[in-house]
């Protein structure tokens, strides 16, 4: 195994659990080639733990084990890995199982989310009884077999007859290829007949197309928040900003609303908004394409009931910032003054670099702009289905706030 020595004074989040190790904070490597093991150790010698490294990444190490926890998952060598892999995944299952995944109205949902599941480089969705795998790093992808392996050995309730690896963006950074492929069947299929899934999402049904899709095939983190929107819409006029393939017009109309409108720029998005509306008999369900900005400037004040905004990150990197934090503010201020009285306003953000408290400050000054009062009637982030460890503040990217409008 190779060995990494780490700077002054830059062992102490490594020590206390955090998972990724930046390559500025490294004194001394030994190691031989990018995704092999590493020993890491703090400049006075003391061990932290053992991860892979890949020099391609800014990211240098991702730790699979620390020392804290080596009683329990022992790893010296790589013959130790794909039983660390194994038992990762099954502690995943288990845990979503615990919290009632899957169940009879929800068979959509993330079974392994890379760091907060000790699998730091690959998350892996379940729609129905396909399981999606996704490598954001060389050091899970060069262990995929273990990985396939893990799922495979799964209880038979929860485990996958079909494994498809969906391609991340960050695979040529990485230094490795990815693509939308089959990775394994449990009886044999035609060429194309696993990039369509079925799944549903608290009764709610979804067709997802694999090989076109956004992530994984879904966006599964806003899964609770759309049930409490649709909760919420009974009765009322929805607007759905950014719908993207309808998630939240689709819940509201579950629960009972009058009629639900969905905006977004892709075409194929909307196609399949239509598609899903249709395979659940929705009838009051309609799409606009649409820049999200433009259609609200032309919207009628205080023409729906429920709205809710839930656009794409407008901030990748910290020079991002400000810009985006004025351009939610005045998303913001336009959405509230399509909220009738009364009404409710969803909005979200999905940039790490936004926190609750900054999205919090954008839309009471997006509040006072239109002259509209405004309360906190919830904040979530990811659901339970996401976990993230309490050192690693990068994995806590969603922020959801839903308001009430006077």
């Known amino acids: 195994m190779g060995k990494i020595v780490l700077k002054t004074n830059r062992a102490n989040p490594v020590m206390?659990?955090?998972p990724w190790i930046y390559s500025g904070a490294i004194a001394s490597i030994q190691v031989e080639a990018p995704g092999d093991l590493v020993e890491v150790f703090g400049d006075k010698g003391d061990f932290l733990g053992v991860g892979y490294h890949n020099p391609n990444s800014q990211i240098a190490v991702r730790m699979l084990v620390f020392a804290f926890e080596q009683g329990t998952y022992f790893v010296k060598s790589e013959e130790d890995v794909p039983g660390l892999i194994a038992r990762r995944i099954l502690k995943a299952a288990e845990c979503r199982q615990r919290q009632g995944l899957p169940s009879a109205m929800t068979d959509a949902f993330r079974l392994v989310n890379s760091e907060g599941d000790g699998l730091p480089g690959i998350n892996i969705d379940m729609y129905g009884r396909?399981?999606?795998?996704?490598?954001?790093?060389?050091?899970?992808?060069?262990?995929?077999?273990?990985?396939?392996?893990?799922?495979?050995?799964?209880?038979?309730?929860?485990?996958?007859?079909?494994?498809?690896?969906?391609?991340?963006?960050?695979?040529?950074?990485?230094?490795?290829?990815?693509?939308?492929?089959?990775?394994?069947?449990?009886?044999?299929?035609?060429?194309?007949?696993?990039?369509?899934?079925?799944?549903?999402e608290a009764g709610v049904l979804w067709?997802?197309?694999?090989?076109?899709?956004?992530?994984?095939?879904?966006?599964?983190?806003?899964?609770?928040?759309?049930?409490?929107?649709?909760?919420?819409?009974?009765?009322?006029?929805?607007?759905?900003?950014?719908?993207?393939?309808?998630?939240?017009?689709?819940?509201?109309?579950?629960?009972?609303?009058?009629?639900?409108?969905?905006?977004?720029?892709?075409?194929?998005?909307?196609?399949?908004?239509?598609?899903?509306?249709?395979?659940?008999?929705?009838?009051?369900?309609?799409?606009?394409?649409?820049?999200?900005?433009?259609?609200?400037?032309?919207?009628?004040?205080?023409?729906?009931?429920?709205?809710?905004?839930?656009?794409?990150?407008?901030?990748?990197?910290?020079?991002?910032?400000?810009?985006?934090?004025?351009?939610?503010?005045?998303?913001?201020?336009?959405?509230?003054n399509v909220v009738s009285s009364g009404g409710i306003l969803a909005t979200a953000t999905c940039s790490q670099l936004i926190q609750s408290d900054m999205l919090e400050r954008v839309v009471a000054k997006a509040a006072k702009d239109m002259g509209r009062r405004v309360s906190i009637l919830a904040l979530h982030t990811q659901p339970m289905d996401h976990p993230v460890p309490p050192t690693f503040i990068e994995g806590r990217y969603l922020n959801f706030m839903l308001l009430s409008v006077d």
């Not at 991340?168 to 394994?184: D, P, R, V």
């Not at 639900?260 to 929705?282: E, M, P, R, Y």
């Not at 023409?303 to 809710?308: A, E, G, K, M, R």
């Not at 400000?322 to 509230?336: D, I, P, T, V, W």
């Open 130 to 200: 396909t399981a999606v795998v996704q490598f954001t790093t060389l050091g899970l992808k060069q262990r995929q077999d273990a990985v396939i392996a893990g799922l495979l050995a799964l209880p038979l309730e929860i485990r996958p007859s079909k494994i498809v690896e969906c391609p991340a963006k960050y695979a040529s950074t990485e230094g490795f290829s990815a693509q939308n492929l089959l990775l394994h069947a449990s009886e044999e299929l035609k060429e194309d007949d696993w990039s369509m899934v079925r799944c549903q």
């Open 207 to 336: 067709d997802v197309e694999l090989r076109q899709s956004q992530k994984t095939g879904m966006f599964l983190d806003q899964r609770d928040n759309r049930i409490m929107v649709g909760k919420l819409s009974s009765g009322a006029k929805v607007l759905d900003v950014y719908s993207h393939a309808g998630g939240f017009a689709l819940s509201a109309l579950k629960q009972g609303a009058s009629e639900a409108t969905c905006v977004d720029s892709s075409k194929k998005a909307l196609l399949q908004a239509n598609h899903n509306a249709a395979i659940n008999g929705f009838e009051k369900f309609s799409t606009v394409e649409s820049d999200a900005f433009r259609f609200l400037e032309l919207a009628s004040p205080r023409s729906y009931d429920v709205v809710v905004v839930d656009p794409p990150p407008f901030a990748s990197s910290q020079k991002d910032l400000e810009s985006a934090l004025k351009g939610y503010r005045r998303l913001n201020s336009l959405a509230l």
């Open 16 to 18: 206390h659990g955090h």
